[in-house]
């Protein structure tokens, strides 16, 4: 007979939903993974139930589903909307919730933004295992930062949107209006992949080795990182996202925010430099499911027990 | 007999140490009360230990101590250096200890920034009373930020020192090279107090009412307070410090913020709008000394009953 609760753990992204269950991260199933498109909310919620009814007729019943959601999201648990993606450009999505659907299964839910628990993740068991606070920033169609810091994720008002800080602009870059609908050149609006194909009609990672527009976004997204560093103070700052990784930014990205700090703060002494200070996801692709994983552990841990 | 537990308060600043006892912010008798110039810290530190002494003395031990102190200094508590202020331009106070001098008090200190404790304090007390999270910032000589969000003050890395964060140019300044002497141009260069003067020759309460410095200053700062929203999703964000009120600048500080953020968070409907998003002290010039008797509270509600 098992022991171990058994918790359901959800990436629900733009394009697709991954959906799994398990023991914790690191203990998924073979037949406990599905990744579903997203397409209509309806649709997709109704499959995503599925999935988990077929978990749980074999497995037993779930302990916790912990949701790490595309945003903006309402994240507030003392909210009367809850649980609901906000106002989103992606149809048909704005308004829903994306927790409502999962209170059939009667057991704890927790729902938090992708990005924070990816930085959770990471914090816990990747790139800052052991450390107290941790930023993590993807850099893909849109740009989005999650942080841990004081033993928990950042949530307020609504929860960090880093993507749209304004920045200063690259003295070769003046001309570019940005492809923010919101904010025109704001970060997102210059460093996305979408902004870089705007500009160089191209993909960050066909950009020539000695193309100026490395270091153009690599500042851009150093700037970020130097902010992240002054305002949050975080032990650790995790860059991930098709645009660095396949645009091979993060040594740019490090020069450009060692740059601007010029010493103040003690990344050489006590985050052993940028190349520790700065860095790769250590969990790859699986940290905002690791941390939805987390989100259901922690979730079930502060119910009183049943 | 006294029964409720005496403690001890420092807001240690550039320019005076404002020394406290009593039973909590609310609760300072006459003759505890103290403010000392800063001098050289051997001296300085010295009187400080004297006027504890004395309230001792005549009102008993006491139960903890709570330092708010400038930056930069090492609140880390599980560092060497905790307790120390680092490498500052003020003359000999560059690794002194704040802390080591009140040990022999035989009660916890607790030390954390002046500007987070006067987030502790507007948040639980002040401008902020009863919200999970709130900025305070302060505009002077300098430009400090202290954050309080998921029931304590920021730290990880150092500290918050959202002063130097790198600010997008106002076209009406875009020939001024900025005061500070690490960053040049960056927030605190181009809006503190010296970088008024070093413009304007003036202080910000002069500057005539249609000057466009108080546009160019409140575009800066609302740059920080959009960049404290995004970052941090704080529920409200408080301004202090001469520059901003002498120099009436939270009107202009609200409308760049709004300005840029556009609509983007949901500022109108779950803060009650920007007036109330981004507002004064509550707590006047008492936020630090009110701070640092959190501080005390909290440090000695954590200790083992002696």
Not at 13 to 32: L, S
Not at 81 to 95: E, N, V
Not at 100 to 107: D, I, M, Y
Not at 261 to 287: D, K, M, N, Q
Request: glycine content about 16%; hydrophobic content about 40%; some cysteine.
């Amino acid at each position: 007979m098992r022991t171990s609760p058994l918790y359901g753990a959800i990436e629900a992204g733009g394009t697709k939903f991954v959906c799994a269950a398990g023991y914790g991260p690191g203990g998924i199933a073979e037949d406990c993974r599905a990744v579903i498109p997203t397409g209509a909310p309806g649709p997709t919620l109704m499959t995503v139930v599925e999935f988990f009814r077929q978990v749980a007729r074999k497995h037993g019943a779930l302990a916790a589903i912990g949701v790490a959601a595309f945003g903006p999201v309402d994240i507030d648990t003392r909210s009367a909307t809850w649980g609901r993606i906000l106002a989103t450009p992606k149809p048909g999505w704005s308004d829903v919730s994306v927790v409502a659907p999962l209170e059939r299964f009667g057991c704890p839910v927790a729902i938090d933004t992708d990005v924070n628990a990816a930085a959770l993740a990471e914090a816990r068991l990747g790139a800052g295992a052991g450390l107290g606070s941790l930023a993590y920033v993807t850099v893909g169609t849109g740009i989005g930062g999650g942080v841990f810091v004081g033993d928990r994720t950042i949530k307020g008002l609504l929860h960090p949107e880093m993507g749209h800080i304004r920045v200063a602009r690259d003295p070769r870059d003046q001309d570019f209006a940005g492809t923010c609908p919101f904010h025109g050149d704001c970060l997102e609006g210059l460093a996305s992949g979408p902004a870089v194909m705007a500009r160089w009609h191209t993909r960050a990672e066909s950009l020539p080795e000695h193309h100026p527009g490395r270091e153009v976004l690599g500042g851009y997204l150093g700037q970020l990182a130097a902010t992240i560093a002054l305002m949050i103070s975080c032990e650790r700052i995790v860059f991930g996202g098709g645009v660095v990784s396949g645009g091979r930014l993060l040594p740019y990205i490090r020069q450009a925010a060692s740059q601007w700090l010029g010493g103040y703060l003690p990344v050489e002494a006590r985050a052993g430099g940028f190349e520790r200070y700065i860095t790769a996801p250590g969990l790859g692709e699986s940290a905002g499911i690791a941390g939805a994983f987390l989100l259901a552990m922690q979730t079930a841990r502060r119910q009183p027990a049943g």
